[in-house]
C-alpha cells in the first residue's frame, strides 16, 4: 500500500457528488465517510469509505441473503467514483471482478453495517451535542456579557448622581451668589400696600418694578406676584412668557426681558428707545440685563451686560456715570479711619490701588429722582431723603437696588 497515494478527503467528495450519492456523516474519529447511494442504482444502499485504509464498505440489498455489506478496495479517486456509481457491477455475486489491486469481502451480518437510518441518527445525536454545547457557551458569553453591561451601568449610574450632586450644589451656590448679589433684603416706603409688598418679597426675587399703585416681582421659577392696580397688558405678557427680568415706568412703559432671551416692551415709547433695542437684538454677544424709564418719554437708561446707553437723564447722573475720580465711600472711610486722602493726587494714587469699578445699576423716577450704584458699593441718590441710607451703615448693609414709585413711595434692596 506504500506505492499507493489514497485519495484525499476532498477527492473523496467530489468522487461521491461525480457519482450522485449524497454525503450523510462524517466520522472523523474512525476516519469514515457515508453516502447515500441513489435508489436507481442498482441494488446500493449506502457506502462507508474508510479513507484511512482505503475501503469501501458497500451495503446491497440481496436477492437471497438480504442486505449484505461487501467490502472493495479502491486506490484512486476513479475507482472510487466506479464503485459508487454501479455497486452491483462492480460486485456481481457469486463470482466480485477485482477493482485495481484490492481484495473482496463479503459479510453477511447484518449487525456488522450502519444502515442510513443509524448514520442520520448518529448525525443527529452529533449535531445536538454541539447545539448543546454551542447554546451552553452562548448562555455563558451572554451572562458575562449582561454582567459587564450591570457593572456599566451601575458605573454609569454613579456617575451620573456625582455629577447631578455637583450640578445641584454648583446650582445652589451659583443661585446664593446671584441672590447676595442681588440683596436678600428689602426695605418699602408706600402710603398703601407697604406690608403687602414687604410680605411677597422673598430672596428668590429677581426684579422688582413699581408704578402709581401697582408693584410686580419676577422669580426665579420665572412665576411673578402682584398687587392690584397692574394693567391688563402687562398680567398677559407675564402669564404669557415666563419672564426673567421686569420693568416699568411713566407713560405706561415697561419692558421683559424673558427665560427664553426674548424681549417684550410697550407703552409711550421714545423713538430712540425703539431704535437701541432694535439694534441690541441683533448683537446678541451684549444683551440687556437691566432698563429704566425717567420722568419724560424720552428718558431711559439701558444696562447691558458690557456697557450701558441711555437718553435725557439728568445731569448730575451723567457726571456720576462719566466722573473718572469720584469720592468714594472708601475714600470716605479711609478719612474716618486716619488716612490722609487730601489731594487730588492722592485721590489717583489711592484709586489706581484699587479694582476696576463698574456701574451695577441705575435707576430713574418718574419725578426726576434717580441712583447710581458702583460695584464697589459707593452710591450715589437724589430724590430721597439722605438720611434713610444712614440705616444701611448703622445696619452694615450694602444697597443693592433702588426702585422709585409716584408720589415718593420707593424700595431700597440691600444685603
Known sequence: MSNFLLPTNHQIREAARSANSTEISHNIEKKIFSFAIPPTTAEGVLANVYYSTGTVGVILNHTRMGKTEIFLDFRSQEELKAILENPGKATSYPHLPKIGAGHHKINHTNNTYETEEQALSNQRKALDDEMYRINMERANVTARLEHYANQRQT?????????????????????????????????????????????MFNPEVISIASIHSATVMTFENGDYEATDGLPQEIHQVLQENKTKY????????????????????????????????????????????????????????????????????????????????????????KQKDGCDVESLEDVKLFKALQPDVTISSV???PSSEWSIIFSDGDFKVFGLDQTLFDVLDVLQAELKLVIFGSMGNFLLRHT
Open 155 to 199: 458605573a454609569q449610574e454613579k456617575i451620573e448622581i456625582k455629577k447631578y450632586e455637583a450640578e445641584s450644589i454648583i446650582d445652589v451656590n451659583f443661585k446664593q451668589s446671584l441672590r447676595l448679589k442681588r440683596g436678600e433684603n428689602l426695605h418699602c416706603k408706600f402710603i398703601q400696600r407697604t406690608s403687602e409688598v414687604s410680605n
Open 363 to 365: 435707576s430713574l423716577g
Open 246 to 333: 421686569f420693568s416699568m415706568g411713566s407713560f405706561g412703559r415697561f419692558f421683559a426681558i424673558h427665560f427664553d432671551k426674548t424681549y417684550s416692551f410697550g407703552g409711550e415709547l421714545d423713538d430712540n428707545f425703539k431704535s437701541d433695542i432694535a439694534e441690541i437684538s441683533s448683537s446678541s454677544p451684549n444683551p440687556i440685563t437691566a432698563v429704566s424709564f425717567g420722568e419724560t418719554r424720552s428718558s431711559y437708561f439701558i444696562m447691558r451686560q458690557h456697557n450701558y446707553s441711555y437718553c435725557d437723564i439728568p445731569l448730575e447722573l451723567e457726571i456720576q456715570i462719566n466722573s473718572k475720580f469720584r469720592e468714594t465711600k472708601h475714600l470716605y472711610k
